[in-house]
């Protein structure tokens, strides 16, 4: 992170640090993305970071310290069933709390230990409590959030608010965790795994049955792995766990910023417990009763919108902000198509070279197209670099591209054991892993187990590609990996819940979204303001990924004053975003405001930025 803005928030500089195996993962995002699991977009600060952790992780063995203060590592937060925290990573806390693996029969003495994670209110002259982040995925890490970005999730909400996370059943340091893999190379295994990755699902005629063929095979490896504990990972419970969070905090109610499937959580959250409801800001929405039935066709809604902008924001920016101009937004589309096509047949062959790929690599028409998918999360940051990376290649030069979606010089993790040991113990996995965004096992095993079993077999399958085909031109055969990850899984909840997503809360509910989200349309939200009377839709007329994608001061104030006083927006409001895609967005030029009024909005827009910079879970990947 950017030590002036860390230490101009008061919180010294928060170094980055990812496991080696997720760093892979990322590293092969061009690859991977939309195979399973998260798809991970780094870009920026971080980005840097984690190469730096690379050259770090060259030592065999070396775990990287990360505190001064307070515990050494996780193994030394002792569970309990009662709330007890202990001083991490030099300003946090973290906690492990012990609560029923099967909340339908307490009488099951096995336990799950959530690790959570708090981040003090830095204001405490008018304190409002703590309020409770979650990423997305599912899957994804709070902790590993939280601690990287606490201070920026503040900034909106309030400085009198702590900020509050916990990594979800299956996921991080929490207990059970989820691996398909059930080996001390797990993520050497999950990485030549994936290297059997087959292309897209239009790459090729028969692409389809390839690609289902080896979502199930996953599926049921997966599922042999994860066995019993796989009935215990869905969202019922986690929505139960967050209420005991709330019961031992001593906290009457929940307050809560949810994003992507955060939302959903939020979601089954005020159905199961509507009086148990004080804040629910639900950004990113994903429509809870599509979700819940499994492979739905209208996440899709507005995918081709974020793409059209991508066309005519380019043309608008003109040649020197977006290299892959052309004189109207059809001829910018048709340039797209053409490329393409012509990847198809001749993919381009990129040499080997020290400073950026170890080994040649082949830029294939499944690996354009997932990057495409992957660039409409978060269009103001990927967009430029895409169109310069989409002008290369029309020139038959892919480095730009292999650098948009490697890190250069990755290596197969051969020192992993040290990262990964389980010690001999599953149910045990060594604390100082160091922690990651996400798991994507559990990705799987939330996800498949949330929404009803997908039928039909291979044929139904190819049929529902087809139909998302026709969704979105832009992405929607790569995103029917999202549900294809879920075809042949064998576990069954134990609990499921499957609405009405609905209920009077005790105060209402804020359902956030661009007018035009790639994965979670506007629509989405709607929908499920239906079921909760009060509730308002506060839209932000931007593309990408929940509202982060493209900061608006606008969202973020209406944010922060339903944070800090209950006030709703009026509904039909929608605000605009701060930026263009292809604007440049930086605002560290404008640092010095005048009066505190501006220093702190200034402050506001840096903590946006950050917000965006972040790496995305992209929803269900
Ligand atoms: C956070 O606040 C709690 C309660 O006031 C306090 O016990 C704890 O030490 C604080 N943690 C940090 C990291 O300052
Ligand atoms: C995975 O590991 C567990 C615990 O060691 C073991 O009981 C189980 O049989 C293993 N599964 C497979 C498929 O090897
Ligand atoms: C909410 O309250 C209204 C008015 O009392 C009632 O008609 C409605 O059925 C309630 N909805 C739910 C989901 O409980």
Sequence with gaps: MDEKVSSLMGVSSLKTRISLPFRLLIARVGLVLCV????????????????????????????VDLKSIGVQSWSEVKPSSNLVWYRCYDEYDCAKLEVPLDWLDESDPRRATIAMIRYNATDRSDYKGPVFINPGGPGGSGIWYVKHLAPYYQSVVGRNHDIISFDPRGIGMTLPSVDCWNSTYSSVSALLWELQD????????????????????????????????????????????????IDKLGEDKLQYWGFSYGTFLGTTFAALFPDRVQRLALDGNVDAKEFSSGAGTHFLDDTDAVMNAFYRHCHRAGPLLCAFYANNPEAIEERLKNILADLKIHPVIVPSSPSSNPRPEIV?????????????????????????????????????????????????????????????????????????????????????????????????FRNYVDTLAGMSKAAGTTMSNMWMGCVEWGIKAKWQFRGPYEGNTSHPILFIANTADNVTPLRSALNNAKGF??????AQDSYGHTTLSMPSRCSALNIRKYFQTGELPTPGT????????????????????????????????????????APVLALGH
């Excluded at 263009?580 to 501006?598: A, I, K, M």
Aim: aromatic share 8%.
């Design 36 to 63: 399973l699991g998260l798809v991970l977009w780094r870009y920026g600060s971080l980005w840097e970071d984690t190469k730096a952790l690379g050259r770090q992780l060259g030592h065999c063995g070396q775990v």
């Design 198 to 245: 087959p292309p897209n699902v239009d790459a090729h005629p028969g692409s389809v049955y390839d690609a289902y063929a080896y979502a199930a095979a996953f599926s049921r490896h997966c599922a042999d792995n994860i066995g019993d504990i796989g009935r215990f990972v869905n969202t019922p419970n986690v929505a139960r766990d967050m209420l005991q969070m």
């Design 364 to 460: 294939s028409y499944s690996k354009v197209r997932r990057m495409i998918s992957a660039a409409l999360y978060r269009p103001l940051v990927v967009f430029p670099s895409l169109a310069e990376a989409l002008t290369a290649l029309e020139n038959g030069d892919g480095r730009p591209f292999v650098d948009l979606t490697s890190q250069g010089g990755e290596e197969l993790p051969l020192c992993e054991k040290q990262y990964d040991s389980k010690d001999g113990d599953p149910e045990s996995p060594t604390p100082e892993v160091p922690e990651a965004e996400g798991n994507r096992d559990a990705t799987k095993a939330i996800m498949c187990t949330d929404a009803r079993p997908a039928e039909g077999g291979v044929e139904g």
């Design 533 to 538: 009377p009060g509730s308002v839709v506060m």
């Design 574 to 613: 929608i605000c605009a975003p701060d930026y263009l895609p292809f604007e440049r967005w930086d605002v560290t030029s404008s640092l010095s405001g005048t009066t505190d009024e501006e220093r702190e909005l200034i402050t506001l827009d840096q903590s946006l930025l950050k917000l965006m910079e």
